[in-house]
């Protein structure tokens, strides 16, 4: 290999570079924009959007110069240099913008539009500069190739289209996968703007041992084009390369789309589908770098390769209608781990590859093709740049009339159908029109096929609307059976539907469901719950709760609760996406007044934007939005986004948050608390169902729930139907305050979750896949051993108090069944509905009814054990006296050794919460009083300790009882709880002022 082919390999292999860090950005500039225009879809379009037009522009100005140039690759250095150093200092300008827009220029805008105009501009000049100067790239760096002695034309554009391309399908990979979740948004960013550097150092290197400087064109390869010029080809090409490259973006927004649906919306899902697409175009280039130097006619060979790509384009909808069958034929395939995960994403890439590579291949022949036939005619490296540039603006007229017009008009699938109509039409017209060939037999069959091919799409190719609906992603289910479609529409960002199915009827978006109703006559769904105690909290709490905002629609069935209130005055509710708001009239008249009530108002935007124009404040802000590992969600749950909502708040205001605990971790959920206390220290957090949970976030102290909104007698009603029929059922489903919600973030090491670091969009979609779910709250609330009681004063109710059990309500269910425990052993009731093992148990420890046989010693402890751990959070003392009494289990087992004795006693001051007794029994029993004693008897009795001393005020009352008993208990069944205890006491958090008043 001679000097001169090292350097041309040098600068293409630069040239990957630079394409990586050039997706790089376009990655991360979608999450910061997103900060700023709110939903994922609209910060992707726009980044698109300014990303082709800043390289239209920039390549439209580079072609006016290239030929007066004398080192282009000199001055693409340049170029790269000033890329990089400004994605070295885009984080800087954010941060400082965002600062100013939120602080002075959004709350001086009084209309929506007025803000949204102003946030759209000026996040598209954020991002102008750098990507201008990306589309100079490529035309300054392909002169210079291009110059090089013994550079063809068809194999230099080729081979650098494919570089680029490799380089950029690279970078949308690196940027997801390693970049965000080791550095961050400004990491990922310093990572791309070094790499620009890097390659600016080496390029003008290159350049020098080139020795660039000769007269412009001197060694340039011998152009074999006429001289004529391009005559009436330039235009018609150009204009053939904006239709194409507006057509081609119209294919990756609706595959995306509708992949959405098959495989999730999540980030990890897009971020594949992109680089899917950029590699087929990648290999488009290399394609016609190897054969395109040999086409005799290249204008023919285009329009050959338009009519393939429109072909392919439309068979891929067909595709798409069988991806709905493969997904879920994956999921079974493979297991619910990290392995499996990594697998799943490289079936799904896949899946993307298969259908979007072919038509993508052709996409990337087409730059090429057309640079190089006007090259050959005589149009001159001027020609390099006009291509980019037509192509680059024939993609943002794509993204624009696909998302926001053809979409939203006839759907998704109907919009790649008529994008692949627009290829196949440019093709028969560069065929007919500008190839010799005319109307040869090649080119009627072509048109016959493409007709043929699209006929028999229309009527039978479009996918089945109930599979898409199905949310295959997530249950691996394709049998239909029983379910009917009520409402299907794809909207500007995201398709919606509203199925009838089994029992219920269920709203979903992209396929995943947000909210369910049942019937009337039917028990209610955990939905429902959930829904209606969002609304009723705040209204119980709240002193006067006049103003209200609702971020996210969903049924509407919150907003419809919330005005069954006379109090509110107003209720806002903020929704993205108009066809939610279309489907959930179906819900009607379950959500009738949300849509007739005069104080009610839907506004059709993203909540951050809405609250950062700061054009009203409210007395409650209700926050319902989807499961953080949907694309975009997970901004609802950041630091900032609670900052903004903080600002919102009339003082004495409060935050309601809907927060899953499903589908997600407790790291991560710990994350999002610890970012809401950051800005609401005061908060607490209940439990609405077994799966969701809701955080009460006041700016200032909260005051026990209370009657308000039962004063509404058709409230009342809706309320009693899902269990709520007063302020003791809020009451009881609270889990804890604000010092269990930090043991939990400390205990979980949770940093509080930042829009900059957007750890739970990067990992959620992972912990969906492996149905992790963060339940530890959950559990120390509904664990039998009394440790919210004494820390956090969680109260437990007397028998009498009529608390609806809740058939989705863990904590609900335990106090239950814990009550009726204890009722039955005290002979107070018959009992009904028992649990088999709790039956059993009872049955043997009643003492008016023990067996004839009396029970050997081991069976009695583990039944005593057994019930204890059942009885001693959710029984009030007064209640547990008579389970615990020494002198009457003397009296009916006379045999009782010392040691049981010992442990009854231990129960017994544990129920009547006489601390100083509790902590001198454990202590015994930990000892040996009981020997042997079962490792959970001897664990309890650890625990047991443990909050005695805490409750006594002891030092260190935790980490000196772990030290002394770790090596005799190791942890087992406890072991949770233990971690708590060490976590709540290495915060220096106070226990219970009731708790130490009967610890003394």
């Known amino acids: 290999m001679n000097r001169t082919a090292a350097i041309r390999w040098a600068l293409q292999g630069l040239f990957v570079l630079s394409g990586c860090a050039a997706l790089i950005y376009q990655s991360i500039w979608s999450h910061y924009l997103g900060l700023t225009l709110g939903h994922a879809a609209y910060a992707q379009t726009l980044v698109l959007m300014m990303f082709m037009g800043g390289m239209a522009l920039g390549a439209w100005l ?44 959004l709350p001086a805008l009084a209309s929506a539009d007025a803000a949204t105009a102003w946030q759209w501009l000026s996040a598209a000049a954020l991002i102008a500069p750098q990507t201008v100067l990306l589309g100079a790239t490529f035309p300054l760096i392909a002169a210079g190739v291009m110059r090089m002695a013994g550079s063809q034309q068809g194999q230099t554009l080729g081979g650098l289209y494919f570089t680029n391309g490799i380089g950029a399908a690279l970078g949308a990979l690196v940027a997801t996968f390693v970049l965000l979740p080791a550095l961050g948004m400004p990491g990922a960013l310093n990572v791309a703007g070094w790499l620009n550097l890097a390659v600016a150092a080496a390029s003008l290197a290159l350049s020098a041992a080139l020795r660039e400087g000769q007269p412009a064109g001197s060694s340039a390869a011998p152009t074999q084009g006429s001289a004529d010029g391009p005559g009436r080809l330039l235009p018609a090409l150009l204009m053939a ?10 294919y990756e927004l609706g595959w995306v789309r509708m992949l959405n649906q098959a495989l999730g919306s999540s980030l990890h899902s897009f971020e594949l589908m992109l680089a899917a697409f950029i590699a087929g175009l990648a290999f488009g280039g290399l394609w016609v770098r190897r054969v395109g130097d040999r086409i005799q006619d290249l204008v023919r060979y285009a329009g050959f390769v338009q009519v393939a790509m429109g072909l392919f384009a439309m068979a891929s909808v067909a595709l798409l209608g069988n991806a709905y069958h493969w997904v879920p034929a994956i999921l079974e395939a493979l297991g619910k781990t990290q392995a499996g995960y990594v697998l799943y994403n490289v079936a799904t890439a896949g899946i993307a590859i298969l259908i979007m590579a072919p038509a993508a291949f052709c996409a990337g022949m087409t730059l090429p093709l057309f640079t190089a036939a006007l090259l050959r005619r005589g149009a001159g490296e001027r020609a390099i740049g006009q291509v980019y540039a037509a192509n680059t603006l024939g993609a943002i007229v794509g993204v624009l009339i696909a998302a926001h017009v053809l979409m939203p008009a006839i759907g998704v699938g109907m ?33 016959g096929v493409g007709a043929v091919v699209l006929g028999g799409l229309l009527h039978w190719g479009l996918p089945d609307r109930l599979l898409q609906s199905a949310g295959v992603f997530r249950y691996g289910r394709t049998d239909m059976t029983g379910r009917e479609l009520l409402f299907y529409r794809d909207g500007a960002t995201a398709s919606i539907s509203v199925v009838k199915q089994p029992g219920a009827v269920v709203i979903s978006t992209n396929g995943k469901p947000d909210a369910g109703l049942t019937a009337l006559m039917q028990p209610p769904s955990p939905d429902e719950i959930t829904m209606l105690m969002l609304a009723a909290l705040p209204l119980a709490v709240h002193p006067q709760p006049e103003e209200i905002a609702v971020i996210g629609w969903g049924s509407g069935l919150s907003t419809h609760t919330l005005l069954g209130s006379p109090v509110p005055k107003r209720v806002d509710t903020i929704e993205i996406e108009r066809a939610m708001w279309e489907g959930a009239k179906l819900f009607a008249p379950r959500n009738s007044r949300a849509y007739l009530d005069p104080r009610s108002e839907a506004h059709f935007e993203d909540a951050r934007e809405f609250f950062a124009r ?16 949907v ?9 900032e986004f609670y900052r903004g909502v903080k600002r919102s708040l009339k003082p004495g205001g409060m935050l309601v948050q809907w927060v899953h605990s499903y589908e997600i971790s407790d790291a991560l959920l710990a994350e999002m608390i610890a970012a809401l206390l950051q800005e609401f220290p005061g908060a607490e957090i209940y439990a609405a169902s077994t799966a969701d949970l809701i955080i009460l976030a006041p700016l200032d102290g909260l005051v026990a729930p209370g009657n308000a909104p039962w004063q509404s007698p058709l409230l009342a009603a809706e309320l009693r139907r899902v269990g709520l029929a ?20 400390r205990l979980q090491g949770g940093k509080p979750h930042s829009d900059f670091f957007p750890t739970v969009s990067l990992f959620a979609p992972q912990q969906r896949f492996r149905g992790v779910r963060a339940g530890q709250l959950m559990r120390l609330a509904s664990d039998g051993l009394p440790l919210l009681p004494v820390l ?34 005290s002979g107070r009731s018959p009992g009904q509905g028992r649990g088999e093992g709790l039956s059993r148990l009872v049955d043997a420890l009643k003492l008016q009814r023990l067996p004839a046989t009396p029970l050997d010693a081991d069976s009695l402890l583990i039944y005593a054990a057994n019930l204890a751990e059942a009885v001693l959070a959710h029984v009030p003392a007064t209640e547990q006296q008579a389970l615990w009494d020494p002198a009457a289990w003397r009296k009916a087992q006379p045999g009782l050794s010392p040691g049981m004795l010992e442990l009854l006693t231990l129960y017994d001051a544990t129920g009547r919460r006489d601390w100083a007794v509790v902590d001198q029994s454990a202590t015994r029993l930990l000892q040996g009083a009981l020997n042997p004693a079962p490792a959970g008897v001897k664990e309890q009795a650890l625990v047991l300790g443990m909050l005695a001393g805490l409750a006594l005020g002891q030092p260190d009352a935790v980490q000196s009882r772990e030290a002394r008993w770790a090596a005799t208990v190791p942890p087992a069944s406890q072991a949770e709880i233990r971690r708590f205890l060490k976590a709540w006491e290495e915060g220096g958090e106070a226990v219970c002022a009731a708790a130490r008043e009967r610890g003394g």
């Not at 400004?86 to 400082?96: D, P």
């Not at 804890?736 to 043991?743: D, E, F, I, N």
Request: hydrophobic content about 45%.
């Open 726 to 745: 007063g302020p003791t059922d809020l009451a009881v489903r609270r889990i804890g305050g604000p010092a269990v919600l930090r043991t939990y973030v």
């Open 241 to 250: 390369t904006c239709l194409s490259s507006a057509a081609s973006f119209a």
């Open 792 to 825: 956090d004063c969680r109260k437990t109710w007397p028998r009498a108090e009529a608390i609806r059990p809740s058939t989705d309500q863990t904590m609900v269910q335990a106090r239950e069944q814990a009550v009726r425990a204890a009722e039955r052993f």
């Open 62 to 105: 580079v072609s006016r110069m290239t030929q007066s140039l004398r080192r282009p690759v000199a001055v693409y250095a340049g170029a790269e240099a000033l890329i990089g150093v400004m994605g070295l200092a885009f984080h800087s300008v954010f941060v400082a913008y965002s600062s100013y827009s939120q602080a002075t220029v």
């Open 614 to 629: 700061g054009q009203r404040r409210y007395d409650v802000v209700v926050s319902e939005p989807s499961n953080p590992w």
């Open 415 to 447: 919009t790649v159908l008529l994008a692949g109509a627009v290829d196949l039409a440019i093709g028969l017209v560069m065929l007919r029109a500008l190839s010799p060939g005319r109307w040869a037999p090649a080119v009627i069959a072509a048109g």
């Open 631 to 639: 694309s975009g969600v997970a901004s609802l749950f950041t630091q």
